[in-house]
């Protein structure tokens, strides 16, 4: 059986710093797919036969070493390391003698033993590499490099998500030219003039409320099947073309769909039939370096590194997200915005997100926007090569304020969706949220962009 799981090992002392790595790395590759004991094990269990068991299942481990971890003494004044059933020790000795990799990651004033500050049978770990994570706002991506390289060495037979961007341009040719795409060209000047201010699409209807869980956590496997659309419109497939530098836009038709699960994390639960009454338009692909840079070069976007034109823009808040809608909202003079939680799930569950050969699970991305397979509605990488920022904050289904208007002065968690290059199969899913701070920097999140149609769009598009 294939080992699956990163193991979490550290002293009670250093818990909260452990407790940030545990999330992230639940965030990156499934929470059941990370072990942590004081969350693991239950008290009535042998903790050593647990830990032998949860090791064997292991595919690496991080050992979290703050300040005084190999000096700290037990009640008796003993050092804790010289103890035979020490936890730290006993876990360490069983990774080591599993062959594991050992990932030692320094925090605040830790350091790494000298090997003779270490018992003979755990002396091997003094030489393993160390990683420092910073206390300051270099953090967040010190922690994804951090998975990036653990994911890296753990699963080395992973298979790459990669594609043969010739062969899939000319199969979308050859679709396209069937008819199974439609092109409506608008003309700038039938555009509104002013962009109406941000605020709930009015064709979301509101969720009725239920008593459930209310706590956020975040990024388990759903246990719910996807499901589809009741009332698929005549908008279904159909590709906007705007404006020559607008994304490309697909229309995502008016229904209805469960979102949630039934059984599962608790920030994704309860499942609730959620009904969007009209049809409103989706970025066919993620916003890319190129339409980024535009907006740099007006001053308006924060400059990030420089990638390929057509790869995903990635390393960016939530705050630079909306500042990049709301410049091409006031370019294009269309209402672009980002899409709520509810139209990005509902597209993703109708459109079959997940059935498609997704980029994900690959410490080579990002990847080009149009090398991937559209998926059912014609949207691509929903799933993987960038994580999405979402509009609302992120309360919990069953909350009064859930959906939450997209008012990008409200300070609050958001969401992202979809799952990034480096994910793993756990967490990039239809429907998983991941919260974050408005300005927190995750290296692989991006962004898709959504917008209401206007009055002539939908004269021309829903009626016969």
Excluded at 251 to 273: C, H, N, T, W, Y
Excluded at 399 to 427: I, M
């Amino acid at each position: 059986m294939a080992r699956r799981k990163i193991f979490v090992c550290y002293r009670r002392v250093h818990s909260e710093a452990a407790r940030l790595l545990f999330d992230r790395a639940g965030a990156r590759f499934g929470r059941r797919n990370v072990f942590m004991d004081v969350h693991d094990i239950a008290d009535s269990l042998d903790f050593r036969r647990v830990i032998s068991a949860e090791i064997r299942d292991a595919a690496a481990i991080i050992v979290v070493v703050g300040e005084g971890w190999a000096e700290l003494t037990a009640p008796d004044g003993r050092a804790r390391l010289s103890l035979p059933d020490d936890a730290v020790r006993f876990e360490i000795r069983e990774a080591l003698s599993q062959g594991l990799p050992i990932f030692p990651v320094l925090v605040g004033k830790g350091e790494m033993p000298a090997p003779a500050d270490l018992p003979p049978d755990i002396r091997d770990f003094a030489s393993r590499s160390a990683r420092r994570l910073p206390n300051d706002d270099l953090y967040e991506a010190a922690v994804d490099r951090l998975l990036a390289n653990v994911a890296d060495h753990a699963f080395p037979n992973r298979a790459k998500r990669r594609l043969k961007a010739g062969a899939i341009a000319a199969a979308l040719v050859a679709v396209a030219s069937l008819g199974a795409f439609v092109a409506l060209q608008v003309s700038p000047q039938e555009a509104p003039a002013s962009v109406p201010p941000p605020g709930e699409p009015q064709s979301i209807a509101e969720a009725p409320e239920a008593e459930n869980e209310t706590a956020i956590a975040l990024l388990e496997p759903p246990a719910a099947e996807p499901t589809q659309a009741t009332t698929p419109s005549k908008t279904d497939g159909v590709v906007l073309t705007t404006c020559s530098t607008c994304p490309e836009m697909v229309l995502i038709p008016a229904g209805r769909f469960e979102m949630g699960v039934e059984f599962g994390p608790s920030d994704q639960k309860p499942k609730i039939e959620r009904v969007l009454r009209s049809p409103f338009a989706l970025g066919r692909y993620e916003v890319t370096e190129r339409e980024w840079r535009a907006c740099e070069a007006d001053g308006v976007c924060a400059p990030r590194t420089a990638g390929a034109s057509d790869a995903p823009v990635a390393g960016v808040t939530w705050r630079d997200a909306t500042n990049f809608v709301r410049w091409l909202s006031k370019k294009s003079g269309l209402p672009f915005r980002l899409p709520t939680e509810i139209e990005w799930e509902y597209a993703a569950v109708t459109g079959e997100a997940e059935l498609v050969e997704a980029r994900y699970g690959d410490a080579d991305g990002p990847f080009p926007t149009r090398s991937g397979i559209g998926d059912k509605a014609g949207l691509f990488d929903m799933i993987g090569n960038v994580w999405e920022w979402t509009a609302g904050c992120a309360h919990p289904y069953d909350a009064a304020a859930f959906p939450s208007p997209p008012s990008p002065d409200e300070t609050c968690l958001r969401v992202l969706r979809g799952g990034g290059w480096t994910s793993d199969p756990a967490a990039a899913k239809a429907r998983n949220r991941y919260a974050r701070n408005e300005n927190d920097v995750v290296s692989d999140a991006g962004l898709r962009v959504a917008r209401d149609l206007t009055a002539e769009e939908a004269r021309l598009l829903i009626t016969e």
